[in-house]
């Protein structure tokens, strides 16, 4: 694949992002916080599956958390997603390789990890996992999937979107950047939560009116 800094800058991956990581949030009623809180996290339910899911993520992910998965027989095989992520411009890495990484240190083997090299968002995530398990032959009848807790509604309605007949089950970690948790119970306690996860809602509403995700 062409090099990652050759093939997109840092400034045009973020020129791309139609609502910014972190935007200006209103005043937050109670129902607001609930509606918000409903929307954005989901929460987890590990179970028994055919794969195991993990969306690319360039932050200090619990990674020996989501391994641990694995390593408790929940699923015999594991899709990485991620091609151009935050973490490739540091590195010059695509984002799956470096997770994968962190994934064969920690105990996984490399012959049970897919990865995918292309994608740049969620939707890709899913829409890219998709074919490859159709290219390859892999039953995802039920699909465990893992992603950090500010990120979780948005994940799950984008895999119900792309993979409506399959069960899907999320194991959601604890997001931190900062020295800050961004946690369903108190998000809205810092000005970093509010505007991360009011980030959040504005995308989830807006990828579902147009059909992206469900």
Not at 31 to 49: G, H, L, M
Not at 86 to 112: D, M
Not at 146 to 165: M, N, V, W, Y
Request: charge should be neutral; proline fraction near 5%.
């Amino acid at each position: 694949m062409e090099d990652m800094k050759t093939a997109m800058t840092r400034k045009q991956f973020e020129e791309r992002r139609e609502i910014p990581r972190l935007i200006e949030c209103p005043e937050l009623t109670p129902e607001i916080i609930e509606r918000v809180t409903k929307i954005v996290f989901v929460p987890s339910n590990p179970q028994k599956a055919d794969i195991l899911f993990v969306f690319g993520s360039s932050y200090g992910d619990k990674w020996a958390e989501v391994v641990n998965l694995w390593k408790q027989e929940l699923a015999p095989l594991i899709y990485i997603a991620g091609g151009i992520g935050t973490a490739s411009f540091a590195t010059g890495e695509i984002l799956s390789h470096l997770i994968r990484k962190e994934f064969v240190a920690l105990g996984v083997p490399p012959e049970v990890i897919i990865v995918d090299e292309m994608s740049t968002n969620s939707l890709e995530d899913a829409v890219f996992g998709r074919e490859l398990f159709r290219k390859n032959g892999i039953v995802h009848n039920r699909i465990l999937f893992a992603c950090k807790a500010p990120h979780s509604g948005r994940c799950l309605r984008t895999l119900q979107k792309i993979f409506p007949e399959s069960q899907l089950f999320p194991f959601i970690y604890s997001f931190e950047k900062d020295g800050e948790t961004i946690k369903a119970e108190d998000w809205w306690k810092s000005e970093f939560g509010r505007s991360h996860v009011y980030g959040e809602y504005r995308r989830i509403l807006l990828y579902s009116s147009r059909g992206d995700i469900v």
